[in-house]
């Protein structure tokens, strides 16, 4: 039954993820009272405190691991996520991300340009009609939501990086593009080609060869430009080589009968967009955030080795 039903969404997934990127009002820095309200005799309270400890005081983020209605999404039917794996995405997402843009880019940085907010759910959030699921949501630079939390598998770093840290990197980067402008050349590279309602149907393959590092890459231009940062950021070499190596040649889909077809030469040098795309993303976050991708990788890279470390 859990084969079944992880078989399920493993084929809905490479289908079709997205992530939802709300644009609201920033609220600005919010500071959260850090003064100890923790109840001691809280079975929970130790990783509370940890968490204040962690996140609350160095970063002024509020990690919401309890689901509140308020603050979920209730078009979606939604579970909480379980404490256990609260406890390790917790650490992960601070060891992979905060501490990553500690280390690389400065201790502040995130506590300045980081959201207030990371709120857990268990579930993912399936959009039945479309056939989608959600991973994660940002809303105007305040919250940052991931779900399918209680099907995370620490020994799993591929499927956590498409799962969880993909997302947190792809919201971060809508952030980031919010508060200072992405280029404006970008703009121009796939114009005319952006697909918002039909990107779904895109294969791995096809996207790439269109010049989209994904599938949700060729739904607008945003999306692209975040999906170009993410990407790089989790993916290894092999698997970031594979996307220009699909991008240089016709796009792949599978047909009826479950076999590869290869689609007509559209005519575009996807590899040479991507690789452009990449270099202009490459140059903002250097000239704008003073931020360096490459190291930034090399960071997350070589902590990926040491996940089981961190969770002991
Ligand atoms: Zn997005």
Redesign the pocket.
């Known amino acids: 039954m859990k084969k079944l039903s992880y078989t399920i969404l493993t084929i809905l997934f490479t289908l079709s993820i997205f992530?939802s990127?709300k644009q609201e009002e920033e609220l600005g820095a919010s500071i959260f009272d850090t003064t100890d309200k923790l109840n001691a005799n809280s079975a929970s309270y130790q990783f509370d405190a940890w968490l204040r400890d962690s996140y609350l005081i160095p970063y002024n983020v509020d990690f919401r691991y309890r689901m509140q209605d308020v603050g979920s999404d209730m078009d979606y039917n939604l579970v909480p996520a379980s404490l256990e794996k609260s406890q390790q995405m917790a650490k992960l997402v601070k060891y992979l991300w905060f501490d990553v843009y500690g280390k690389i880019v400065g201790p502040d940085f995130l506590k300045e340009n980081g959201p207030r907010i990371i709120h857990l759910i268990g579930s993912p959030a399936f959009n039945p009609i479309s056939g989608t699921i959600l991973l994660g949501t940002a809303e105007g630079g305040i919250k940052v939501t991931l779900y399918s939390c209680n099907d995370l598998d620490p020994t799993n770093v591929d499927m956590m990086n498409e799962y969880y840290f993909e997302t947190m990197h792809?919201e971060f980067a809508?952030i980031l593009h919010q508060k200072r402008n992405y280029p404006v050349d970008f703009n121009q590279l796939s114009k005319g080609r952006y697909n918002p309602i039909g990107w779904q149907y895109y294969s791995n393959s096809q996207a790439a060869s269109l010049g989209f590092v994904s599938p949700y890459a060729g739904s607008q231009i945003?999306?692209d430009f975040?999906e170009i940062i993410a990407n790089y950021l989790v993916k290894s070499d092999a698997q970031w080589n594979n996307i220009l190596l699909m991008a240089s040649k016709p796009g792949v889909v599978v047909d009826e009968n479950g076999n590869d077809e290869i689609l007509p030469d559209d005519g575009i040098d996807g590899q040479a967009l991507i690789l452009k795309k990449f270099d202009l993303a490459k140059k903002w976050l250097q000239n704008s955030w003073n931020i360096d991708i490459v190291k930034l990788r090399e960071e997350i890279i070589n902590r990926e080795a040491n996940i089981s470390d961190i969770l002991n």
């Open positions: 992530y990127c792809h809508h945003q999306e975040v």
